[in-house]
């Protein structure tokens, strides 16, 4: 699979200290194991001259004290809190000074965000997604950029999940319903 640099942008879905390092809230080895690969693709795409475009899950603390339904602290508890270092993209992934940061509070990286109009004004089509988790904010991001007409890439080996079971239906559904799957060795940026 061959994407055009000018045209693509890597999506680095959520790939936080309070996800992927051993002492976060919500660790899940699964999305430590996918931190080297990760980084693998976002430097053949920063060499290529692709966009990196890194996602936050960041929650205020007093967030959901005033929902009605919709409380990701009642599912999962307290995380990624506002100001915290679980909320901190983790060290082996650096943010370039070239880099962009979307922070999102759910699970869809468009759902109340610049993120669609940052991609439409930069005439990005093609989204190569990777990041963690694979069932949650990955599948809402892809399915959501799909909705909106980008090109949703799965990168199947670049992507963690709690369970196995997790990170299989989540990509069989992508490839089903609004994107594609590849490993991070099939895609090219030329």
């Known amino acids: 699979m061959r994407l055009e640099p000018a045209n693509t942008a890597v999506v680095v879905v959520d790939m936080q200290n309070g996800f992927c390092h051993p002492d976060g809230s919500?660790?899940?080895?699964?999305?430590?194991?996918?931190?080297?690969p990760i980084a693998e693709l976002?430097?053949?795409?920063r060499d290529a001259g692709a966009r990196l475009l890194f996602t936050r899950d960041v929650h205020p603390p007093e967030q959901f004290d005033d929902a009605h339904y919709y409380d990701e602290f009642e599912q999962w508890g307290e995380h990624v809190l506002e100001g915290s270092w679980?909320?901190?993209?983790?060290?082996?992934?650096?943010?370039e000074a070239a880099d962009d940061i979307v922070e999102k509070h759910t699970y869809d990286a468009f759902h109340n965000t610049e993120l669609e109009g940052w991609l439409n004004a930069r005439g990005i089509d093609d989204l190569v997604i990777c990041g963690t988790l694979a069932n949650v904010c990955v599948l809402h991001t892809g399915g959501s950029a799909g909705l909106r007409d980008f090109r949703p890439i799965m990168v199947e080996d670049c992507i963690g999940a709690i369970e196995d079971e997790h990170h299989?239906?989540?990509l069989e559904h992508a490839a089903w319903l609004f994107g594609e799957v590849e490993p991070s060795d099939a895609i090219e940026f030329a």
């Open 168 to 170: 299989e239906y989540a």
């Open 26 to 36: 919500l660790y899940a080895p699964g999305s430590e194991a996918v931190v080297e």
């Open 86 to 95: 679980e909320a901190e993209i983790v060290d082996e992934l650096p943010v």
């Open 42 to 45: 976002v430097d053949r795409a």
